[in-house]
């Protein structure tokens, strides 16, 4: 029933940009802070930034400056733009709700950054 679809993946070098979009239902983005999780091979899930219901933002210290996520109300969407990437950066990407729900976790989007 719940679905959360990420896209915008994929291969870029070093200092490269690239934008994700995480699409969900009206219930669970109007009642919800939204969030961008990360995970390396290795090593545990992160939180990378989130966005609350009255549109405050906050940013792993990791990210910040570099990342920036927004939402858009009336596509259920969840942005999260990554610019000025390094390597560091390459996990899968997840987008949930925060706290999570372990239910709403899905496939991620691949995120490489090459030297």
């Known amino acids: 029933q719940v679905q959360l679809v990420e896209s915008g993946g994929g291969l870029v070098q070093a200092g490269g940009s690239l934008k994700l979009s995480c699409t969900t239902s009206t219930n669970i983005f109007l009642t919800n802070i939204m969030a961008w999780y990360r995970q390396a091979p290795g090593k545990q899930r992160e939180l990378v930034a989130d966005i609350h219901i009255g549109g405050s933002e906050n940013y792993a210290d990791s990210v910040k400056g570099r990342f920036t996520i927004s939402r858009n109300y009336p596509k259920n969407t969840v942005y999260l733009q990554m610019n000025s990437l390094k390597p560091e950066d390459t996990a899968i990407y997840y987008c949930?709700?925060?706290?999570?729900?372990?239910?709403?976790w899905g496939q991620g989007a691949q995120v490489t950054v090459s030297s």
């Open positions: 949930n709700v925060k706290p999570p729900k372990n239910e709403y």
